[in-house]
T-cell receptor, first 114, second 112 residues
């Protein structure tokens, strides 16, 4: 059981380049989330999905797009990277069944935009 | 939307002392309040959580209290150890999409 995995672990981009971050889970969870973590800012929600084929905006969605074509995968895209998107990105999942709310986090992707 | 304030931002204690971290939230509909521990370079991991129908919960050296009327909740760590040193985040959640709103974190340092 791998749990929640993220690809890649590290990436350096130049301003204007694009990339896609992959979050994969084998927990059969319905809910998936993308956060960014910046020093002193905590974790801020970018986008989330409540099930296969659905996506919704979080607190800081600008400059990002997402897709959830398969239940187990949640993709985060940066179409034209900017230095302000330098951050650590975490994916999380939640079973959402009954009253169980715990979110399980992936190991993170450290992205630097030059 | 929900807003979560967390204090203090840094906390330094001697080994064996207690540590208390406090959070307030704004949305009275929030009903789930987890605490996450994040060690340097690692992912956040849940250490304890509490639901709005409970006032206090304990798990060995850690406890969480919730005051729904005042909309605040606190993490208490007793008999602190150096391995408790980490960043701690509180969060609040309500509604059917299980979204979490996080506080900005507290860097806890336990000095030997």
């Amino acid at each position: 059981n791998a749990g929640v995995t993220q690809t890649p672990k590290f990436r350096v981009l130049k301003t204007g380049q694009s990339m896609t971050l992959l979050c994969a889970q084998d927990m059969n969870h319905e809910y998936m989330y993308w956060y960014r973590q910046d020093p002193g800012m905590g974790l801020r929600l970018i986008h989330y999905s409540v099930g296969e084929g659905t996506t919704a905006k979080g607190e800081v969605p600008d400059g990002y797009n997402v897709s959830r074509l398969k239940k187990q995968n949640f993709l985060l895209g940066l179409e034209s990277a900017a230095p302000s998107q330098t951050s650590v990105y975490f994916c999380a999942t939640c079973g959402g069944s009954g009253s169980y709310n715990e979110q399980f986090f992936g190991p993170g992707t450290r992205l630097t935009v030059l | 939307g929900e807003n979560v304030e967390q204090h203090p931002s840094t906390l330094s204690v001697q080994e064996g002392d207690s540590a208390v971290i406090k959070c307030t939230y704004s949305d009275s509909a929030s009903n789930y309040f987890p605490w996450y521990k994040q060690e340097l370079g690692k992912r956040p991991q849940l250490i304890i959580d509490i639901r709005s129908n409970v006032g206090e919960k304990k798990d060995q050296r850690i406890a969480v209290t919730l005051n729904k009327t005042a909309k605040h909740f606190s993490l208490h760590i007793t008999e602190t150890q150096p391995e408790d040193s980490a960043v701690y985040f509180c969060a609040a959640s309500g509604g059917s999409n299980y979204k979490l709103t996080f506080g900005k974190g507290t860097l806890l340092t336990v000095n030997p």
